[in-house]
């Protein structure tokens, strides 16, 4: 029995109170929500958000209807904490116009032995988006879900979703573009 | 080259260099773990607090009772024996002696008109 056939059992255990099995839970799923959250959030406090999340499933594990829906409803909840902490801290906005204007035209080819500043030019390029352009290529992406699953989680329409990857993908290309990356 | 080869080569350039994802702290489990546990027990004295109503009620139900033992207490205190304040207060208290000796004599002769005479003067021995 793998580890995905034990997830109903456990999340039946936890809401009984079963540490263990909430335990086994977070082990199942922390990578993924970790990932998420780093990629919308930074590194910075990353411990503080991932248990916030799981504070949350831990209070909200008895209301949920079915164990089927637990997967989409863990992310979501990663969503809400990520849009939370948002809506809590000053972030600033760049507007693409904007941006461009102050961008830097050297051009850097990015070679082998630099695979690293690729992973800081990425870093530094989605940084760029906005909030909600950010997750929606984080979550489809960079992380895989599918444009249902992302409308679902970020509780927006399908034809919203599509919008924004589209508007995400053109300014992260024409950033990494101007950055002498070439895609 | 058309729109979705450049995403595909995109999303591939994008995967293949995301961010490090720092690992959890040695103790994670345990504070998540801890701070559950006290989340759990302040979810459940929220619990009972979380209707006013409930609570007022509770809390009215409570003073009531209180009331109510002290009061007992109280009487319990205060009040003499209660078998000879029944004794003392009950209307054949009043009576004197000599006139339970008369109510019991003609009582008595009532029953020695149906009964033997011997009954009686068993009585009168006593």
């Known amino acids: 029995m793998t580890n995905d056939d034990k ?10 109170g079963d540490e263990q099995s909430f335990l086994n839970i977070y082990r199942s799923y922390s990578g993924k929500v970790r ?26 594990i008895g209301s949920l209807r079915e164990a089927g829906a637990f997967s989409g409803w863990i992310y979501k909840t990663t969503w809400n904490v990520a849009l939370d902490f948002r809506k809590t801290t000053a972030h600033r ?16 080819a990015i070679s082998p032995e630099g695979s690293i500043s690729a992973k800081i030019l990425v870093e530094k390029a989605l940084g760029e988006l906005d909030f909600e352009h950010r997750g929606v290529l ?5 992380e895989d879900f599918s444009l249902e699953k992302t409308s679902e989680i970020m509780n927006i329409p399908i034809g919203t979703v599509k919008s924004r990857l589209f508007h995400a993908r053109n300014r992260l290309r024409q950033y990494l573009e101007a950055q002498g990356v070439e895609i | 080259m058309n729109k979705e080869n450049r995403d595909e080569k995109l999303i591939a350039f994008l995967r293949s260099n995301k961010p490090d994802v720092p690992h959890e702290s040695d103790n994670f489990e345990q504070q998540l773990l801890d701070s559950t546990i006290r989340k759990s027990r302040h979810r459940r004295f ?28 109280r009487s319990n205190i205060l009040k003499p024996n209660p ?5 003392t207060h009950s209307p054949a208290a009043e009576l004197s002696d000599n006139d339970v000796y008369l109510f019991i004599s003609e009582s008595l002769e009532v029953v020695s008109a149906n009964h033997s005479s011997d009954i009686f003067s068993e009585i009168e021995g006593i």
């Open chain 2, 83 to 87: 078998t000879i304040a029944t004794s």
């Open chain 1, 93 to 108: 906005r760049h507007q693409s116009d904007e941006y461009f204007e102050h961008l830097s035209m050297t051009h850097r």
């Open chain 1, 7 to 16: 997830i109903p059992d456990w999340i039946e255990a936890s809401r009984r």
């Open chain 1, 35 to 60: 990932g998420l959250l780093r990629q919308m959030l930074g590194s910075q406090n990353l411990d503080d958000h991932v248990q916030e999340v799981f504070l949350r499933v831990w209070r909200g």
């Open chain 2, 46 to 73: 929220e619990g009972l607090l979380r209707s006013k109503r409930n609570y007022a009620f509770a809390l009215a139900a409570a003073a009531v009772l209180v009331f109510f033992s002290i009061s007992q207490w």
């Open chain 1, 138 to 142: 984080v979550l489809v992406d960079l």
